[in-house]
């Protein structure tokens, strides 16, 4: 059984910052490609980046290219989500999910096999 757990999130002020963590246990952490999604309410779950198992390769969406950055550190089987300038748009439930066998960046929710809880995170304005 793989277990993912997000941390991280919480309140902050548009224009802000936070990071985010994805504890991941049970299995082979350090060759699973990794995604980050989040949903807000009535909303589908939406691709927000992605990082290949060697961190070599990495991609974003649109909605957050040039303020979101996806980082891991197989050592500590823990994948980032670092958010700077955070806009009132980026409030949702994040969720971390792992692809253990994929040789590409998956952006389709149905591609992750396995799923963190989520974590709330609330931009202000």
């Known amino acids: 059984q793989v277990q993912l757990v997000e941390s991280g999130g919480g309140l902050v002020q548009a224009g802000g910052s936070l990071r985010l963590s994805c504890a991941v246990s049970?299995?082979?952490?350090?060759?699973?490609?990794m995604g980050w999604f989040r949903q807000a309410p009535g909303k589908e779950r939406e691709f927000v980046a992605g990082i290949r198992w060697n961190g070599g390769s990495t991609y974003y969406a649109d909605s957050g290219k040039g303020r979101f950055t996806i980082s891991r550190d197989n050592a500590k089987n823990t994948v980032y989500l670092q958010m700077n300038s955070l806009k009132a748009e980026d409030t949702a439930v994040y969720y971390c999910a792992a692809d253990p066998y994929a040789g590409i960046i998956r952006t389709r929710p149905e591609g992750y096999d396995y799923w963190g809880q989520g974590t709330q995170v609330t931009v202000s304005s």
């Open positions: 049970g299995r082979t952490f350090s060759t699973y490609a």
